[in-house]
């Protein structure tokens, strides 16, 4: 084993880490990431975009040059009131919606939570710190946070919307099944995979979104008792950071996030804990590809513009 880590060590120097000889990433390897992947500095003191500067004008104009039938297909789920998901194993804190109704109209009100695994939200770079105490990312301090909001590295930074091309990583259709299995996560090699099947080439300001079927999953699995900290749900292994790091993604959308049986790491979420602090890479989380999946088989077409509309709440 010793010698097998040397070896490893000697060839990757200067070179992609897990990608190479696709084997999932060490123990020093992950811990690692946290400078090999670090983007602090890199767009500037000042910088709240982290890896959305990878999204330029140029890169907006190609996204929009990928529209050919003008269809349009939602990824998000809907707010996870108790009504729409009642199992309170995965939705502990339901979203609140009341209707007001008067006699010449209808007002409502929505509370919601969020953060979690059910409901479809963009990370801001204010969400996770590079350790206990912080510092955010871009080495922020973390007293900009209060419970009244955050004074930098908050969601209406990306207030004017992200527009860019999405590309859909379809894992489960690709290995011939419905969904991603336990002990059988997402890495950053199947990605590469993925893209020379369907012959396309990762692009930097490319949103990366990967279908591992959470909405099969969860059907198949009605009595499925999901734990966090860690997660025991199948999903994306840490080897994927480097796949966006050296393709220069935007940002990663995800139907299922950390898959199982990655406790080695010390962290429950342990690509959010490098993702968000340490690259500054937005996270969509929880977001819904059935239907894209659908419509990408149909037209077979993998590559589309994106947008996202982050809420501004100040």
Known sequence: M???????????????VGLRDRTPATVEEYQAYRTRLNNWGRWGAEDQFGTLNFIDANVRRRAAALVRDGRTVSCANPLATAAVLPDTRRNGRPADHRMTVNPASTVDYVGVSYHGFVNTHIDALCHIFAGPGGPMYNDRPVSLVTE???????????????????????????????????????EGWHLEDWAKEQGLTPQPGDAVLIRSGAEPFWRANPGFEMKTGPLNTPGVAVSVLEFLHDTGAALMGWDLQEASGQEQYGAGIPLHVIAIPHMGLPLLDNANFEALSEVCVETGQYEFMLTIAPLVVL
Not at 165 to 186: A, C, F, Q, S, T
């Open 2 to 16: 010793a010698t097998r880590s040397k070896a490893r060590g000697r060839m990757r120097r200067g070179t992609t």
């Open 148 to 186: 009244t909001g955050a004074q930098a590295n908050s969601i209406d930074a990306w207030r004017d919307g992200i527009v860019t091309r999405g590309v859909l990583y379809d894992i489960p259709k690709m290995r011939g099944h419905d969904y991603v299995r336990n002990g059988e996560p997402v």
